[in-house]
Each structure stands twice: as C-alpha cells, then as structure tokens.
C-alpha cells in the first residue's frame, strides 16, 4: 500500500494528479512486470478516458487506485488455478 502511494507521488508530484504523459510514465517504468508496456497513443487515450471519471483531463489518486484493482484483479485470475482444467 505505501509502494503503490509512494509511486503515485513520484510521478504525481506535489499536485497530486497525474497527467496523460505521467500515467504513461509511471506505468512503463514501474508496472511492466504486470501490465503491457503502452506504445500505441491510442492505447494511452483510452485508458486515460476510462480512468478519469470526473473528465478534468488529471488521474488522481482515487482514480489511480482503479487501475491498480484492475491490474491486481487481472494478476488475480492469471495466479487462479482454472477448475475447468483440472
Ligand atoms: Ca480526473
């Protein structure tokens, strides 16, 4: 939990909002393990839409933590031993 708060402010700053450019930042340098690195503009666009609810254009920190749930469900499901298969 204070991983995930710490990289926010990283990349945030003291405004505490994420800009497109920053999101992408963040998510290319510090969550490649879990996630595609985005390399499609439009990759990029559509994420940032789905992310900023409010529409101000900014991710902040409650924003944020959607990705993250999103991230960690998927990770979730990958780890999940399928029943169908056993
Ligand atoms: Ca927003």
Sequence with gaps: MVTIIQVFH???GHKCKLKKAELKDLINNEMSHFIMKIH???????LFADLDQ????????????ALIAMVTSAC??????????Q
Excluded at 40 to 46: A, R, V
Excluded at 54 to 65: M, Q, S, V, W
Aim: aromatic share 12%.
């Design 40 to 46: 499609e503009n439009d990759t990029l666009d559509q």
């Design 54 to 65: 409010n529409g101000d254009l900014e991710i902040d920190f409650k924003e944020f933590i």
């Design 76 to 85: 979730h499901e990958l780890f999940t031993p399928n029943p169908t298969l």
């Design 10 to 12: 990283k990349y945030s």
